[in-house]
């Protein structure tokens, strides 16, 4: 699995250097039905805004019960653009990957941002997780 | 300059991962299966650990009497999962549950490669919350019913990484439903 993401993200670096296309770094939290869950992603978008990218997220280890799962999810996401309106984007993220390396799931979400400036924009996302509502903050750098 | 002041509001934005304390009352999700019917209709959810832990309360509406004798000793299901990739029929794992003899009883019922296994596990009391535990290991399914002993049952699914789709409340057996059946279930993660 990590080999393949690791190829997945060779292939689209080399692709974004052939065809100009964005790198955006992301970090968030979310808060979702097991817990607050911190993850990482890089996503590359092209000049329509569509994007693919890598993500990981995992709770917060504190807020883990003894003996629980602490979730951690490896995937990809999409990137559809919904809406833009000047600065505010809204962008559908639908998530597939794999929870404790084992377990296939989607987690859905929209994802709505606002560029601060050109290299940062701040966002709120919202999503299902396990049919269960879940929302949080993301920063995205642009590189 | 002034884009920058929206920085501000980050503390802001932040509010909404923050709770003061934990909720009360724990919200169970309530499960009808309606008269004259198996379930309440499709539901998608994957499984997401390998350890489903819930609660369970049962009523006075999983009292009934089926229309044939022998139908009684059908065994209904409660709560489990699909194994790795495979319908229901082939590997899964699930509590089940029956009215019998004046006692709900609620046991292990299990599909390893087509064949179907069941065991006792425990009898439950009505309108009393019970913890539930199934735990999938390599080689077995681990079921644990708070104040009975744990029954395992061999797992013979080799597929580790994939679907595991969520198994909910179904009536039967054979018959279908003589009245709403409500059971609350709170899952736990």
Known sequence: ????IAFGLLLCTFGMFIHGQELQLQSFYSKTVMGL???YGVRFVND????????????VKRQVIKGGSLYPFWGVELAIPIKRC???????????????????????EVETSFKLNRWLSAG???????REASNGLKLTIHI | MKKYLYILLVPWLLLPLYSCEEAIVEPYEQF???????????RAQTLQASSLRFDVIFDETAVYETQTIENQHDINKLYGFSDCN?????????????????????HA??????????????????NEPRAYDLTLSDSHYHFHLQGYDPVSIARKSSCNRGLYYMLFPYFGGNEVAPHDIVIQILTKY
Do not use: C
């Not at chain 1, 699995?1 to 393949?4: E, N, S």
């Not at chain 1, 805004?49 to 709770?59: N, P």
């Not at chain 1, 709120?124 to 396990?130: D, H, M, Q, S, V």
């Not at chain 2, 229901?88 to 019998?100: D, E, K, N, V």
């Open chain 1, 1 to 4: 699995m990590k080999r393949l």
């Open chain 2, 86 to 106: 495979s319908p229901h029929h082939t590997h899964s794992a699930r509590f089940g549950w029956r009215w019998l003899d004046g006692n709900l009883e609620i």
């Open chain 2, 109 to 126: 019922y299990v599909y390893a490669s087509g064949e179907r296994i069941t065991e006792f596990i425990g009898i439950v009391p009505l």
């Open chain 1, 124 to 130: 709120l996302i919202t999503g299902i997780r396990a």
């Open chain 1, 48 to 59: 329509k805004a569509l994007g693919v990218g890598f993500i990981y997220q995992r709770t």
């Open chain 2, 32 to 42: 009808i299966i309606p008269k004259g019917t198996h379930s309440r209709g499709f």
């Open chain 1, 37 to 39: 869950q911190q993850g």
């Open chain 1, 86 to 108: 000047g600065d505010l984007r809204f962008t559908f993220l639908p998530k597939l990957g794999l929870v404790s390396n084992q377990f296939l799931v989607v987690i859905p």
